[in-house]
């Protein structure tokens, strides 16, 4: 859902953002765990537009696409720069295309944005965290496109509390903690 589509609901203090780390059931189930984050969805990105990704497409690699979330949230409550934060806490960006196992170009990591504030907020936070790192992959840019994942793929660690996830149990519990 577009920022334009989540205002056009009521709620002007809603935001999103699109973030890419990995496989994205764990990235989708730390940023649900985040006090002010209305909703996440799973999908792909950032690929070529004249395909329409599906997941079997996206792990071909031969598109462009990055498995990514949308990360709604209430910027009264949470602020992107938080968000980043904790994104910054899970992910390596000093990794090129993978993630703890995921390995391949969908597996990069990146952040999105929609409107110009928020790409300047990302900006400011993405040179922040460069200047800690001698290397560093992370993309940051303009959201090109996102197709949802399928349904499968939505919400899979609720549904799956013990399936596969590059990013430890106790990382995604110090999240919750951290960022209630």
Not at 115 to 132: Q, T
Request: proline share 4%.
């Amino acid at each position: 859902m577009s920022e334009s589509a989540v205002r056009s609901l009521g709620c002007d203090t809603l935001s999103e953002i699109y973030l890419a780390g990995g496989c994205f059931w764990g990235l989708e189930k730390v940023f649900s765990c985040i006090k002010g984050v209305a909703d996440t969805e799973c999908g792909y990105a950032n690929g070529n537009n004249l395909i329409m990704p599906d997941y079997m497409t996206v792990c071909s690699g031969r598109f462009g696409y990055c498995e990514a979330v949308r990360v709604c949230y209430d910027r009264e409550v949470m602020s992107l720069e938080r968000i980043l934060d904790a994104f910054f806490m899970i992910i390596d960006p000093t990794l090129l295309n993978r993630q703890g196992n995921d390995r391949g170009i969908q597996y990069r990591t990146g952040i999105y944005w929609t409107d110009e504030v928020s790409g300047n907020i990302v900006m400011h936070c993405v040179a922040k965290e460069k200047r800690k790192h001698s290397e560093f992959y992370t993309e940051a840019g303009p959201l090109e496109n996102f197709f949802p994942a399928e349904d499968c793929h939505q919400k899979y660690l609720d549904r799956n509390p013990n399936g596969y996830c590059h990013i430890p149990s106790e990382e995604i519990e110090f999240i919750r903690r951290t960022f209630p």
